[in-house]
């Protein structure tokens, strides 16, 4: 301290400043000096240790891109091949029911009976028509023999003989309409009783014994359903369905067989084939139906049926990542990124669907990117980070 300065503390007539006696003490000590510079910096050195040591540890991994087979999945509903109404052909009152609901029936098998009292009277009555009718033209064609011989003599003229002829003619369509009002009251008959058309299973019945039908009732008596074979109905959005066709060149028989996953999860034995796109899009949904046929050997799937259809598909460089290593926040989907300062970024991600146990990634992040790949639950942007010396191992194929 230089001699004014001193001379002027020691002055102040409001705080004065009386000279230390010992000298370890005085401001311009070197050992004084020495110290304070020592303490200085050794506590500048512990809260910089401090800091560093506040800094998790925690495993890095770097993102990777490579060929991935993708399975995309679209609800589905199921239905039989042919899901006939079963109604009638003639009226009457039913009087028989052979089946119960839920039963499985062959083709042509009786399934209803309906009383055909009134039908088999008017066989009876085409049957007598008939006789009538043939003993008709029996007595015309004698008729006509008979004048044809007496053309000779000329005893007849030939407006009798066209006349006979007339008369025969007659009675032959008289037999042939006889005999179609036999045929149309036989049809009638075998309508009273309802077969199968097809082979299947029974849906609800809607009338009893004892119930007036017709052809014109509004409800069928029931539905069959045909499931040797059944068709599994889905939807894909536009830009699916534009992949699709790009992928495919448009061509159905290009495209790969289907897998189904039925209602409880599990998938189906058999593999179907898309058979059929609909025409237009619809405009309240903005997706196209297609087809998928499916061989129903045992019968699992029923008409009425859910389920999901999963379509493979291939993905060249595809930018994979860990499901695990993700969070998602409000629907959205986020990944914790590393950057040279070695402070996470937290970065939204889009996705276009998974394979495995990774994330295929359309944007948010990109191949060489180094993220967190666990531990990063109450990280947040800026928080610095310290890599950890060695990933665990349930972590190292993480991309597989």
């Not at 003993?135 to 004698?142: E, P, V, W, Y």
């Not at 036989?186 to 097809?198: C, D, G, H, L, Q």
Request: hydrophobic share 35%; net charge neutral.
């Amino acid at each position: 301290m230089s001699k004014s300065i001193r001379s002027i503390l020691l002055n102040d007539p409001v705080n004065p400043v009386k000279p230390l006696k010992n000298k370890l003490f005085q401001i311009g000590s070197p050992g004084l000096l020495l110290s304070i510079f020592l303490m200085t910096g050794c506590g500048q050195n512990n809260q910089e240790a401090g800091w560093n040591q506040g800094a998790p540890e925690l495993p890095f991994a770097v993102v990777q891109q490579q060929n991935v087979a993708v399975e995309k999945e679209y609800s589905a509903s199921i239905e039989g091949i042919a899901n006939v109404e079963i109604r009638p052909q003639v009226s009457g009152y039913l009087s028989k029911i052979y089946v119960d609901e839920g039963e499985y029936v062959k083709a042509g098998q009786p399934l209803f009976k309906l009383d055909d009292g009134v039908y088999q009277e008017q066989l009876r009555t085409a049957q007598a028509a008939l006789t009538t009718a043939k003993a008709s033209l029996l007595t015309a064609k004698i008729n006509l023999d008979r004048k044809k011989e007496l053309v000779s003599s000329k005893v007849v003229t030939d407006i009798q003989i066209q006349e006979a002829q007339a008369t025969y003619d007659g009675a032959q369509g008289a037999v042939a309409q006889a005999e179609s009002a036999i045929e149309s009251a036989r049809i009638n008959v075998n309508f009273s009783t309802i077969k199968a058309p097809v082979s299947g299973y029974i849906g609800r019945l809607n009338y009893r014994p004892g119930s007036l039908l017709s052809p014109t009732n509004v409800e069928s008596i029931t539905v069959l359903s045909d499931i040797q074979e059944v068709y599994v109905y889905f939807s894909m959005s536009e830009n699916d369905f534009v992949d699709f066709q790009q992928r495919y060149d448009g061509k159905l028989n290009n495209a790969p067989a289907v897998d189904l996953l039925i209602s409880n999860g599990s998938k189906y034995e058999l593999q179907g084939k898309i058979d059929a796109i609909d025409g237009q899009f619809s405009r309240t949904t903005g997706s196209i139906t297609m087809r998928a046929k499916f061989s129903n050997p045992k019968l699992l799937l029923r008409s009425g049926n859910t389920g999901r259809i999963v379509l493979g598909q291939n993905h060249d460089n595809a930018i994979l990542f860990p499901i695990s290593s993700t969070m998602s926040i409000q629907d959205r989907i986020f990944a914790y990124s590393v950057d040279q300062e070695s402070k996470v970024v937290q970065l939204p991600i889009q996705v276009s669907g998974k394979s495995g146990q990774n994330f295929i990634v359309t944007d948010g992040i990109k191949p060489g990117d180094k993220y967190i790949v666990s531990g990063f639950e109450r990280l947040q942007s800026g928080d610095a980070v310290v890599e950890q010396k060695s990933v665990p191992e349930e972590h190292k194929n993480s991309h597989n």
